[in-house]
């Protein structure tokens, strides 16, 4: 398994509490659109991931993030950075 | 999606707001009569959001330096200060502001939020980080955006969670300006400023303090939090405004950093907005000197604030942590914020009201600040309207 996704099985767990029931997470999943959230969301998003992967997500990387994947690929960056 | 068309939404949500409630957005204050009073709507109310902390908006010192400022030197300078070149006031206010705060430099910006984008654009760039306390105001986060820097939030008011993050940035610490508020707008909050002083400096980062809230209510000399804290040496630069306790508009920042000087000639903030006018200036450093003589205005201004924030804990309210000037009462339904607010309004107080998603974790708050000018009977008034609506 590749520390991408590693990274993407962390990250379905996290984000399991904001998914509507029966709905599947891939990599695809939109986190606005599909997920429905909105910047309190987002920002309580960040703040888990930051403890379970032990980083800081700088605020700059969220306009590029629309994906799950897209989110992976930011933490697999910050993470090869530390 | 049409240029226009994301303004939709926008609308939908104000028409839903305004079909219930006075347009919290738009309310005009018809006649001002004194800082805390004013025609409204036709009727008479007690301001109570006006952050006029030392009430200074009316007195008669402030008055005559405005008034004479405008006949000597006219309305305005029409330009900046790099084109136009500085009045006179603007370098004499600096000198007065850094002499204040005991620094060798001051700038000053035509508004408080010019000021701190001003500052951190200029300090910060691509390369460094900025550590901004997740409850900042606005103008702090633009700042950053503004700066190019990348911008990590830490946990509010939590030097664990600051701890933390510096600890990851490793060597990145000495490009790091970690920015904090005295007090914060909308709960009144008090940073815990000597743990976080004691972190920059265990880190080798430079710190950034807001007093917008704090100059002028905190402090024996009104210096705000870092004098009331006792830590003025271990803050790097000290950001101001003249909008609240200085009873005018502008902003200022203060440093020992030679650097500090040099910002005048790449902050665009700075460069491209017309200098503050002459009364401004005049007011405000009227302000300044009755803010250094009148020691016995910052206390009223915390008698009155006590007697509010303890009347409306007795009723019930669940309010901001401590005691402050900005007294803020909580509601877990914005529904319910907003009935509230426009019954104070009926009943003639005008509160600020605070709804999703710009109040902390995600409620709505009426926000009180307190001013030395109001009256007991004043604040007893404002009490007695919250009573009246409490459980309506």
Known sequence: ?82 | MALLEKFRQLAEAHEALVRTSTDPFRVTIERILSPTEAIVNGRQMILAGTNNYLGLTFDPECLDAAARAVYEQGTGTTGSRMANGSFSGHAALEHELADFYGRRWCVVFSTGYLANLGVISALTGKEDVILIDADCHASIYDGCRMSGAEVIRFHHNDPGDLHKRLRRLGERCTNTLIIVEGIYSMLGDQAPLSEFVALKKEYGAYLLLDEAHSLGVLGEQGRGLSEAAHVESGIDFIVGTFSKSLGATGGFCVSDHDEMELTRYVSRPYIFTASLCPSVIASTRAALRILQTRPELRTRLWNNARRLYDRLKELGFKLGPTLSPIVAALFERREEAIGFWNGLLEQGVYVNMILPPAAPEGGSLLRCSISAAHTEEQIDRICQAFESLRGS
């Open chain 1, 1 to 82: 398994m590749t520390r991408y996704e590693e990274i993407l099985l962390q990250l379905y767990e996290i984000l399991k509490p904001f998914a509507k029931d029966g709905q599947s997470l891939s990599e695809d999943t939109e986190l606005l659109s599909d997920l429905g959230l909105e910047s309190m969301k987002v920002m309580q998003l960040l703040l888990e991931t930051e403890e379970r992967f032990d980083i800081s997500i700088p605020l700059n990387i969220i306009p590029n993030v629309r994906t799950v994947g897209d989110f992976a690929r930011q933490i697999e960056q910050l993470t090869e950075q530390r």
